[in-house]
Every structure is written in structure tokens, then in C-alpha cells.
């Protein structure tokens, strides 16, 4: 298991690594300077500074670092600089030994020379100041030899000594190459600490700074917890050790290394309860106190089950929060544990009985307290905890009906699984709730389904149906088949045909009785059923008895339902302004009866509507007011909330919004995980592929393979986009192979499905490149095998588009420019590029995606230089240039400028300068790019490692990594593929 500063890249600390980067470029250039920075502990101040001089020391500074140590208050006088001045070469020591002020500090100085000098206060004081000043002389001459930081960790601890000579150093900072970078823990040092006057003073010096660290955002902590994991763990234990540990990187690492153990992991409960225990006895019994209710307790709660007298628990409570155990909120009422893992630590240290006993208390105050929003939820907790199991039964219940009416469908569902744990251990719950099991079960699996959990709909539903007899009950019977179906037709892994047998069941037990409210959704959700299955001609009449029997029995949702599958089968047929007045009428009357489901199906079905007709902004109109809705109804998680959430991010980035497209497909670590809610940053692969974020894109392709199998559009998006991005980093053969595996995950789930129409095309693309380059090496057995493998793809995509059933009747602009695309790429497969082909694919793809476009524009140019055109192609890649560069697309601008290079034409407006070339896209780090630039200057990779400080092995490392990232297989390779994208700027040898 790797652990920080071993291993791992730096993550997320880029802004702050920049003003560290900036002070040590100023002290190199004679500024001298210091940094102080300041964060909680775990936070990752160690590894920042390791990374800073690591930095260094590639640079050619001298690094000296020191500790200081927790050894009491006293301390270990000048210990930091004790060990940073023993990091000298020897033949240094040997000199500075020679200064008497100095030599004191120094390894191997005398056990029996006197540390304080003779005589009174004024020659102590004049011996201090001699050592100061030594200390400062030889950091000032080692500094005339070259830049030099000095890193001090730990400052919390310093004793007063070392506080001293920090000061005396710091504020004599003037045009020494140096650097002084101090660490501290800002939760240790609280109003009393003896560094706090030190710091303030500090700080007002103008060659300080003060740096704070804080902990990682939400994505950034999931990004950390999986570089850590490195593979090894399973998504959702990702995300849960991303929540857990609040950002903070020991923690992570803490909660990774030990994921087995249940609770927080021992040795960082023993680091966590170590702040709790050098407190007051009476501020750790209010902490334990605190403990209980939460992360959150209220003033008055403590107030009235603590023990103490109101100035005694003042007291102990601030001794809390100037410890930094508690924090204060806003409101001045609550206090909040400062991590919750603390919190954890302090709960788990409880006695079972002292746990209980408090439990039962708060249960206690907190009944008295009914009909205050939450308090039924805080009730059922205390309850259980406490062994109520009656209380706990009812208080569930009462809190999952006050998260359903706050459109919070997540929590109700956790309330309603803990009443369904609790319903067979409580005697005659029937009686004491008013309610059966059956019904608990159905409401579950409803919320369940919004929740954006389809699998664990699919269980409650199940469950439910085995507890009815359908005999005695058949419209019940028939309901729970229904909303199974349901479910089924919602999850990625539904099962059509488990669909098919279990509403045509349904449809038996209800078939011959009279409308009602069970009979009419079983008719609409067959509708559906047989929709999905292109049995349009049986699904229409079905739809509409539905609606029928909805009305006669006043059910709104069924009705909404039917509506919508009608509309479905208009637009099937192309009767396209039908369906989109159908669809309107359907959100409308579902908005207005709280279908909201239902609502949620009709605003997707509206904007696929006008997205398929290339009215890509009409569509995304559609689609932000459909966003909005969901989440002021609590559906953000449901099956069409995450439908709704995906195609804003595919249509924010056809039309070239993409820094809001990456905003949308931003779920953050607290998402439902499943395969539901990954379509959603599966779509936001587009802009980081077509941005150049190759590493971020490769790491969510990694997250996302497994699922490609199971899921058509996570098959599809993933499948585009790894093709795509193999091609821009040049890699045919990857994009082929890639190509075909993702069109066999895609037949798997849907034959002649629509998505079929790209991912052949961009097949096709890819044995192209791979048939000229084997023309270009003259391998004419090369150039058969691209060529055969290029057509069966093309005989493949042909297919498709003969078979595909449009959602619209008609393929639309979109799958008609990848189909006139696929022709265009078919004649450069066969050494034909054609420019004529090319004209079409730039207008349709002009009807819906400007990126696309411009992809196109660029090949286009090509094709048109080929036939001698030049004026057209110039005209062309400039249009293509625009493009790119107003969406930041780096690889097809890089590929733009290769092409007017290779043309030999200008790109430059004419009468305007030409503009300075901009920097090709870089794959490589600059220690890489470090690496490779002395590979091409012939260095082995022992002169490497000596020249950059770092050690052989290291360096091997650096250069498989770089081979792997241009997909190189020796070192010659990857200097030769470096130099041809411009990625080195040394002159080639020779």
C-alpha cells in the first residue's frame, strides 16, 4: 500500500505548489524569502514540502530539513536546526566546526562543552546572539554557492530557542539565495500557544508569507483515495473512504490501510483520542457527551443531560473549542465535532452501558420535542441505540414520511429499511403502526427507484410480491408484478424478457376485472414493455385503454405514463410535432397531479426529441428547466433525473459549452454509485478527451470499463471516446482494437443500436491511419490487412444503418454525418481521399456540433491539399484553428498547425502577423520531460540519475512511464516520436 510521499503523484495542491515554486524561483534569483505554512494535522504539509524539495534539488538548490519534536514543553533546544546543519558534507562541517558560536549545534560537538556561556544575563544574551548570527553567516555563504532551503517541520513543537533563532533569521532575509519554509499545525496552535506572538510577528515582515493548506474539495479527496488505491479497491469503498476521512490525507490513507476493520482504524483512533485525553476531566465527559448525539449537538441538550453547573460546562466547553475538538456554528447554539472521525474515535471509546444510558436519555428529551422537523429521525436513532425497538419502529416511520414530503427520496428510504429491519422484532406492529409489511415494502422499493438504486428496487418489489397471495388479493398482486416490471425496464440490467413475463402475469390477474387504479398501470407499463421491444403496432393500443382506464378510475400517473409511450410511438413513426405536443401536455398534467416519475420521463423524452432533430439548443433549453425540476423535487438520483442530468452534458458540449458540460457531469463523491448514475461522467469524457486531458480521461475510462458490458450507453460514450483519444496520441492500433471491443459490448446489449453509427466510423478512421502509414513504409502486407479489417468495419456500420430504428422515425443530423463521415474515411482507407466526400460531413455535422466540424474542416484540408486546392484547404484549417482554440481543444489545434506546417502554408489572416505557435500538447511531466531530454543528449541512466539527484532506479521508472505515454518500445523510439510532436526542443544529435 503506498503510502504519502512515496510513490503517489502530488494531488490537488497545484495552486499551492505554484506560490512555493514562485518563492524558491525569487530566492534563486537572489530574493531571499519564507514561507509558513500552516494546516491542520494529516492535512499534508509533509508531503507538500517533500515535493518542494524534490524540486529543489532537481534545480541544484541545497535542501537542509529539520524537525522539531513533541518531547514535552521544554523541547530539544535548536533541534530543527541541529539537524539540518548535520546534513552539511563533511568537508563543510569540518569548516563550520571551526566557529566556535557554531560548533555547539554541530554533530560530534564536546558532551562536556559548556551549552551557555559564563558569566550573567548579559553574557548569555551576547552568546545566543553569537550563535544566531553564525547560523545565519553560514546559511548566507552556502547561499553565495548556490540557492539553499532551509525546511522546517513541525514548528507547533519548537521549543523556545528555536522560536528564536527562526525570528532572528526570518527578519533578516534581504539578498541571500535562500529560502525558509516552516511547517505548523494551525489546530495545535490555539490562543495560549507560545508560537502564536511568534507567528503574528512574522508575518507582518514583507519577505514572509503565510500559506494556508486546506483539506481536499469532494473530488479531489476521491482523486487522492484513488491514486492510494491504485486499482485495489471497489468504487463505492472509494467513495466511502472519500467521505469519511473530510479531505484530510492521513485520514485517507489511515482508513485505506486498514478498510477491513470496522469503526475508525486503531492507530488513528489512538492519534485522535491522544487531543481528547490532555484535557479536563469535565471537558472530556461533555466531549463523550457530545459524542452521542453526533457530529452536531445543540447548547441546551448538553445543557440539560451534562451533570455540570452552567459555569462549569462554559468552561469545559471552551477548553473544547480552543482545542480545536469542537467548532462553534454560525448560530452560536450548536457545536460541531471538527472531524467526524474524531468523533467516531470518542463514541467508540464509550462503555456499552454509559453508550445506552445516553442514548436513552436523549431519547428521552427528544420525545418531548415531537413535531419539530427531524427530530422523529434523531429519535428513531437514540431509540435503537437504546434498545426501544418500538419507539425506534415508529419514530422510522414517522421520519421517512417527513423525508418523502421534503422531497428527499434517499432518506426516506433509509428510514423505511431500518423500520422493515425492525418489523419482525416488534410485537404487533401491524397494530402499532397502522400499517403492514407489504406497504412498507412498496413505499421502499418506490423510493428506492428515485433514489437512482434500481437494484435494490428490484429486491423490495420482489420481496413484496412473495408475501401476497394472489388469490385473495389480485389487484395487489397484479400492482407489485406492475411496478416490478417497472423497475426492470428502469435498471441497465433489466431482463426484457423477465419484463415481458412478469406484466403479462400481471396482465392475467387484472385482465378480466374492471378499471381501476391497478388495472390501469399494469396497461401502461405493458405499453411500455412492448415498446421497448419495438411492438409497436400491439404497445399503441394498449397505451391508449390506458389512459382510458386511467380516467375512469382518476389515476393521473398511469394516464401521464400512457401519454408518454403514445407520444414515444408518434416520434417512432416520424410524426415528430404529435409526439413533442403530446410530451408537453404529459409533463404538464404529471407536474400538476405529482406524478413526479412520470414528469421526470417526459422532460428526457421532450428534449431527446429535439435533440435528435439537431435543435441541439431547443433540446438544452429543455434540458436545464428539467434539471432544475428534479432537483426541486428531490429526483436528482432517479433513472430519468440522471437521463436528464447525461444529455445536458452531452448537449452543453455539441454546442460548445464546455466548461459548463464538465460542470454537469461533475456528480462529486457523494453520488449514488451504479451504473444509473455513471452515464452521467461517462459524458463528460467527450470535452476531457477532446480537451487533451488524457490522464483524467484514461483514470475514468479505468473506473468505467467494467461496466461498458453492462450498460449500452456507458458502452457507446466510453467506447467513442477511448478511440478518439488513442487517436490523437497517435496510437491506430489501440484505436482499432478499442473500436471493435467496444462495438461487441454494444451488439451484446442492443443489436443495429444507433451508437453503433460512431463507434464503426471512428473504426474506420482508425484502420485509415493505419493503411497510410503502411503505404508510407511501402509494407503492402500492411496495408491488406488494414484495408480488410477497414472494409469489414464499413460492411459493418452499412448494416446498422439499414437496421437502425431511429428514435424519430428518420437517423437524424447526427447519425447521418457519422455515416457520411464513415464514406469519407472509407476512400482515405482505400488511398482515395476524395474532397468531395469530405463537403457533406462538414454540413451535417455543422447542424449539431461545432467541435465535430472543425474535426472534419481539418481532415477536409487534407483531402483538398492532396487535390492541389490550396487556397480552399487554407480556408479550411483556419475556420478548424478557430474552433479549436475558442473551445481549448488542444489536440485538433496541434494537428491543425501539423498540417499547415506539413502544407507549408500560413495560417496567419492575411495582412496579420503570423501568431507565435502554441506549445503542443504535452502528455509529459516535467521530471519526464526532464528524463527524456538527457536520453536524447545520450546520458545513461546513472549520469541521469546523478545529474537530477534522484536515484537509478527512480529514473528507470520516469522512462517507462514515458515509453508507456507515447506509446514507444526502446528509448530511441521515444525520443524519435518526442521530436516529431514537438514535444523536445533540444537539437536533434548531429
Given amino acids: 500500500m503506498p503510502r504519502l510521499g512515496s510513490g503517489i503523484p502530488l494531488v490537488a495542491r497545484r495552486d499551492e505548489m505554484r506560490v512555493l515554486r514562485q518563492a524558491l524561483d525569487r530566492a534563486r534569483a537572489g530574493t531571499a524569502g519564507a514561507v509558513l505554512v500552516a494546516g491542520e494535522a494529516g492535512v499534508g504539509k509533509s508531503r507538500l514540502l517533500d515535493e518542494l524539495s524534490e524540486i529543489a534539488r532537481a534545480d541544484g538548490a541545497r535542501v537542509l530539513t529539520g524537525r522539531c519534536l513533541d518531547v514535552g514543553q521544554a523541547g530539544l533546544p535548536y533541534l530543527p536546526f541541529v539537524e539540518a546543519l548535520g546534513q552539511l558534507p563533511e568537508e563543510v562541517l569540518a569548516e563550520v566546526r571551526s566557529r566556535p558560536a557554531l560548533a555547539r549545534l554541530l554533530p560530534g560537538a564536546a558532551d562536556d562543552e559548556p551549552l551557555e556561556p559564563p558569566g550573567g544575563r548579559g553574557g548569555e544574551d551576547m552568546g545566543q546572539l553569537q550563535l544566531f548570527e553564525a547560523v545565519r553567516r553560514v546559511l548566507t555563504e552556502l547561499s553565495h554557492e548556490g540557492c539553499v532551503l532551509l525546511a522546517l517541520e513541525d514548528l507547533h513543537w519548537a521549543d523556545a530557542s528555536t522560536r528564536y533563532l527562526l525570528s532572528f533569521l526570518v527578519s533578516r532575509l534581504r539578498g541571500q539565495r535562500l529560502l525558509v519554509v516552516a511547517t505548523y499545525r494551525s489546530d495545535d496552535v490555539h490562543r495560549t500557544h507560545p508560537l502564536r506572538p511568534v507567528l503574528a510577528e512574522l508575518v507582518r515582515l514583507p519577505a514572509v508569507e503565510r500559506l494556508d493548506l486546506r483539506p481536499f474539495g469532494p473530488a479531489q479527496t476521491l482523486e487522492f483515495v484513488r491514486a492510494l488505491a491504485d486499482e485495489t479497491l471497489p468504487d463505492d469503498v472509494e467513495r466511502e473512504i472519500a467521505r469519511r476521512c473530510e479531505g484530510i490525507p492521513f485520514f485517507a490513507e489511515e482508513l485505506l490501510a486498514a478498510c477491513a476493520e470496522c469503526g475508525v482504524p486503531t492507530a488513528l483512533a489512538d492519534v485522535l483520542l491522544a487531543r481528547i485525553e490532555r484535557l479536563s476531566p469535565p471537558a472530556q465527559r461533555v466531549i463523550r457527551l457530545a459524542s452521542v448525539a453526533g457530529r452536531i449537538v445543540c447548547h441546551h441538550r448538553l445543557r440539560a443531560l451534562s451533570d455540570l453547573e452552567d459555569a462549569a460546562l462554559d468552561e469545559a466547553l471552551r477548553e473544547a473549542v480552543t482545542h480545536h475538538v469542537l467548532v462553534l456554528d454560525a448560530s452560536g447554539d450548536h457545536y460541531r465535532f471538527r472531524h467526524s472521525l474524531l468523533r467516531e474515535a470518542v463514541y467508540a471509546d464509550l462503555l456499552p452501558g454509559e453508550r445506552a444510558r445516553w442514548h436513552a436519555a436523549y431519547a428521552g428529551l427528544l420525545a418531548r420535542e415531537e413535531g419539530v422537523r427531524g427530530v422523529a429521525a434523531e429519535l428513531a436513532h437514540h431509540s435503537m441505540e437504546s434498545h426501544d425497538l418500538t419507539t425506534a419502529l415508529t419514530a422510522s416511520l414517522r421520519a421517512a414520511t417527513e423525508a418523502a414530503r421534503g422531497c428527499a427520496p434517499a432518506e426516506a428510504l433509509r428510514h423505511l429499511e431500518r423500520a422493515l429491519k425492525l418489523w419482525r422484532r416488534v410485537p404487533d406492529a401491524e397494530e402499532v403502526t397502522g ?33 401476497v397471495d394472489e388469490r385473495s388479493d389480485p389487484e395487489l398482486a397484479a400492482d407489485l408484478r406492475r411496478r416490478y416490471a417497472q423497475e426492470v425496464l428502469a435498471s441497465p440490467e433489466g431482463r426484457p424478457a423477465h419484463a415481458v413475463d412478469m406484466i403479462e402475469h400481471a396482465w392475467r390477474l387484472v385482465e378480466d376485472r374492471p378499471a381501476s387504479s391497478a388495472r390501469a398501470w399494469v396497461l401502461a407499463v405493458r405499453a411500455r414493455v412492448l415498446c421497448s421491444l419495438y411492438a409497436d403496432e400491439v404497445a399503441r393500443p394498449l397505451a391508449e385503454s390506458a389512459v382510458l382506464d386511467a380516467r375512469a378510475s382518476g389515476v393521473a400517473g398511469a394516464e401521464v405514463d400512457a401519454l408518454i409511450t403514445l407520444a414515444v410511438l408518434d416520434q417512432c413513426r416520424g410524426d415528430v410535432d404529435a409526439a413533442c405536443e403530446r410530451l408537453v401536455v404529459a409533463r404538464d398534467r404529471a407536474a400538476e397531479t ?17 435533440y435528435e432533430q439537431g435543435r441541439v439548443a431547443e433540446a438544452l433549453a429543455v434540458l436545464e428547466e428539467g434539471v432544475r425540476r428534479a432537483e426541486s423535487i428531490g429526483m436528482v438520483w432517479s433513472n430519468y433525473g440522471l437521463e436528464v442530468r447525461g444529455l445536458l452534458v452531452v448537449a452543453r458540449y455539441a454546442l460548445g459549452d464546455w466548461d459548463g458540460s464538465v460542470a454537469a457531469a461533475e456528480l462529486g463523491p457523494d453520488s449514488v454509485p451504479g451504473i444509473v448514475s455513471a452515464r452521467v461522467p461517462a459524458s463528460g469524457l467527450y470535452v476531457k478527451v477532446a480537451r487533451g486531458e488524457f490522464e483524467a480521461a484514461g483514470e475514468l475510462l479505468r473506473q468505467l470499463r467494467p461496466l461498458a458490458p453492462r450498460d449500452l450507453h456507458v458502452a457507446s460514450i466510453t467506447g467513442a471516446c477511448g478511440v478518439e483519444m488513442a487517436l490523437w496520441r497517435d496510437r491506430p492500433r489501440d484505436a482499432a482494437r478499442r473500436a471493435v471491443e467496444a462495438l461487441q459490448n ?5 443489436e443495429n443500436a444507433a451508437a453503433g453509427l460512431r463507434l464503426a466510423a471512428m473504426g474506420v478512421t482508425a484502420y485509415a491511419e493505419l493503411a497510410r502509414r503502411a503505404r508510407q513504409r511501402r509494407d503492402c502486407a ?64 455543422g447542424e449539431y456540433n461545432g467541435y465535430l466540424q472543425a474535426v472534419a474542416r481539418w481532415r477536409w484540408a487534407s483531402a483538398l491539399f492532396g487535390a492541389g486546392d490550396r487556397e480552399e484547404g487554407v480556408r479550411q484549417l483556419r475556420l478548424a484553428l478557430d474552433t479549436a482554440e475558442e473551445l481549448r481543444a488542444v489536440p485538433l489545434a496541434d494537428a491543425v498547425r501539423a498540417l499547415a506546417r506539413r502544407a507549408r502554408v500560413s495560417l496567419a489572416q492575411p495582412g496579420s502577423e503570423e501568431p507565435e505557435p502554441r506549445q503542443a500538447l504535452d502528455p509529459l511531466t516535467p521530471r519526464e520531460r526532464a528524463v527524456l531530454d538527457l536520453v536524447a543528449q545520450g546520458r545513461t541512466n546513472r549520469q541521469i540519475g546523478d545529474e537530477l539527484y534522484i536515484s537509478e532506479k527512480t529514473v528507470s521508472v520516469h522512462l517507462s512511464r514515458v515509453m508507456a505515454k507515447l506509446g514507444a518500445t526502446s528509448r530511441a523510439e521515444a525520443v524519435a516520436l518526442a521530436y516529431d510532436r514537438d514535444l523536445l526542443v533540444t537539437a536533434k544529435a548531429g
Fill in 782 to 845: 500492411g496495408e491488406r490487412s488494414a484495408v480488410a479489417e477497414g472494409e469489414e468495419m464499413m460492411t459493418r456500420l452499412r448494416r446498422v444503418a439499414e437496421r437502425v430504428r431511429p428514435r424519430i422515425g428518420m437517423l437524424g443530423p447526427e447519425g447521418r454525418a457519422w455515416i457520411a463521415r464513415a464514406e469519407a474515411e472509407f476512400g482515405r482507407l482505400l488511398g482515395r481521399d476524395r474532397p468531395e466526400a469530405w463537403r457533406p460531413v462538414v454540413e451535417l455535422f
Fill in 594 to 610: 405529482g406524478a413526479w416519475s412520470v414528469e421526470l420521463r417526459a422532460w428526457f423524452n421532450l428534449a431527446a426529441n429535439r
Fill in 746 to 750: 454494444v451488439d451484446g446489449l442492443q
Fill in 435 to 467: 400499517t403492514d409489511e407489504v406497504a412498507l415494502l412498496r413505499r421502499a422499493a418506490y423510493h428506492a427507484g428515485v433514489s437512482g438504486e434500481p437494484e435494490r428496487a428490484l429486491a423490495l418489489a420482489r420481496a413484496a410480491i412473495d408475501l
